[in-house]
């Protein structure tokens, strides 16, 4: 299927590694231009590098998202690069586990200005060129949590709600523009941020993560973790001209973990 990405610029927020990589991969053997940025320089040079000797345009800028002033800094980059941005993946590591009590005001703060207000200010920054060429995709990384609460998440059950909320009512401005908003939300996948909650939890338990992870694999119908490339196949093809006429929408990749209807 040719998804009509050749020539395309996306912006792949918090892409040197885990989901976000796996996202600016797919894209680039897709043929789109890619600007990238993340907060740790020797894993973002070194995706970029790997990423440039397939072919692929890479723009590459240290950065983190949940400043302002970086995320103004990442879309002029990319627009000295390649004059446009047509598509933005917002994305971003998941704020701290822990129960309700033990997180100060602060924690709660800083989960927001990472998981919210990046979302806010990186679609802010590139929404108006997207209305001038009346075409554009935003897909948002969420989580399952936005769907059925994920245990000893209370930081990210709470604030990726709220992006989900952001997405389903911008989905509605911006249709006629010729845009689609759309959420994909990852199940347990085989990245750091998951063998980092699986041992948080197998401390708190008295366990071991693996174990923990046998116990998320007895959860899902389909018996096994996800990789990070099939989570990467959703969101290409959300970015795609093939889906145009999908916005609004909360996706899950997730193995059928989520038991909801809707």
């Known amino acids: 299927m040719d ?3 050749r020539g395309k610029v996306a912006l792949v927020a918090a892409s040197s590694r885990g989901l976000g990589r796996a996202v600016a991969e797919e894209l680039a053997r897709e043929g ?4 990238l940025c993340a907060r740790g320089e020797p894993a973002l040079r070194e995706t970029a590098d790997a990423i440039r000797a397939t072919g692929a345009e890479v723009e590459a800028v ?3 998202v949940s400043q302002p002033a970086d995320v103004a800094r990442v879309v ?3 627009m000295r690069a390649f004059g446009r941005i047509d598509i933005l993946v917002t994305n971003g590591g998941g704020p701290p586990a822990g129960p309700f009590e033990s997180h100060s005001a602060e924690a ?3 989960a927001v200005r990472q998981t919210l207000d990046s979302v806010v200010e990186l679609t802010r920054a590139v929404l108006p060129g997207m209305k001038e060429r009346r075409w554009g995709r935003i897909v948002n990384v969420t989580s399952i949590a936005v769907k059925q609460p994920v245990d000893n998440l209370i930081l990210s059950n709470s604030v990726r709600a709220a992006v989900t909320g952001l997405a389903r009512t911008l989905a509605n401005e911006v249709a006629p523009f010729g845009i689609t908003v759309n959420n994909v939300m990852p199940g347990y996948t085989r990245t750091q941020r998951v063998d980092d909650l699986a041992a948080r939890n197998a401390t708190l338990r008295g366990t071991s993560a693996d174990a923990q992870v046998a116990v998320w694999e007895a959860q899902i119908p389909m018996g096994r973790l996800g990789q990070p490339e099939e989570f990467a196949a959703m969101v290409a093809f959300l970015a795609s001209e093939r889906a145009s006429y999908t916005t609004g929408a909360s996706i899950p990749v997730d193995g059928g ?5 809707l």
Do not use: F, P
């Not at 789109?32 to 600007?35: I, P, Q």
């Not at 973990?257 to 209807?261: A, C, H, K, V």
């Open 32 to 35: 789109t231009r890619l600007v």
């Open 257 to 261: 973990w989520i038991r909801s209807l």
């Open 62 to 64: 240290v950065a983190d």
């Open 108 to 110: 709660w703060h800083e």
């Open 3 to 5: 998804l009509g990405l």
């Open 76 to 78: 002029a980059a990319g």
